[in-house]
């Protein structure tokens, strides 16, 4: 499995929020991690399609929209319209996750979905065979810079396992509370796709970039 970094702009100075991209671009990003909420399924508010659409315009990079949105099958077709490349919904958000998936899946995307600290892993069973990317929370959803929760690591290679047991080569993202001190431990734990918001865009952004980047190769 190909080990991805996947920049948060959660924590981007917003005023030069172009210039900050083209910085992670230009120093080994993978994925841009977009993280949208709505004040219901977390209760922050932090961004939209207007804003991802400008973003459109500086950079290719894969765009990686983490929804966390109550009843995001309302805006899957507003999304992949204004760039998204992928698509992830929360399973205690959705009616019906499956659907939900196969939706974005039908319209060109990669589909993923998410779980919370609180919702058992076991839940990826309804939708293991709709899905291109697992997204274990390490957090709470909600805000960056939060601390990674312990008790996540078991729930990553629990993750690892149930798709391996099924044969499956899935791309397990986590999300939360990534910094230098544990992504060698998320990553041998049985995460590849890693989301890191304050870890890159606090301090010198090409130069934190370039060091996950770096070490995440040699993982
Ligand atoms: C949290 C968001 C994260 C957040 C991560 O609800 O989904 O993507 O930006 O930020 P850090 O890496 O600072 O914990
Ligand atoms: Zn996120």
Not at 43 to 67: A, C, E, N, Y
Not at 98 to 126: D, H, N, Q, W, Y
Not at 179 to 195: L, P
């Given at each position: ?28 990003a ?43 099958e309302?805006?899957i ?119 890191m ?23």
């Amino acid at each position: 499995m190909k080990n991805l970094l996947c920049p948060s702009i959660l924590s981007a100075d917003f005023s030069i929020l172009g210039e900050q991209i083209k910085e992670i671009a230009a120093n080994g990003a993978d994925y841009l991690h977009i993280d949208v909420m709505d004040g219901m399924f977390v209760p922050q508010i932090s961004f939209g399609m207007p804003v991802i659409k400008s973003i459109r315009k500086v950079t290719d990079l894969f765009f990686d929209v983490h929804l966390m949105v109550e009843k995001p099958e309302r805006y899957i077709d507003d999304f992949a319209g204004c760039g998204a490349d992928g698509i992830t919904i929360h399973m205690e958000a959705c009616d019906d996750p499956a659907a939900a998936l196969t939706k974005i899946r039908k319209l060109g995307l990669r589909a993923g979905a998410a779980i919370s600290p609180g919702t058992s892993v076991e839940r990826f069973a309804e939708v293991y065979d709709k899905l291109d990317m697992a997204l274990v929370m390490t957090v709470n959803p909600g805000q960056g810079g939060q601390k990674y929760i312990e008790n996540s690591t078991p729930r990553i290679m629990q993750t690892r396992k149930f798709f391996e047991d099924k044969g499956i080569d899935m791309d397990i993202q986590v999300d939360g509370g990534i910094t230098r001190d544990n992504i060698e431990r998320v990553i041998k734990s049985g995460a590849n796709v890693i989301v890191m918001g304050s870890s890159v865009f606090k301090g010198d952004v090409g130069e934190n970039t370039r060091f996950f980047a770096e070490k995440m190769k040699g993982l």
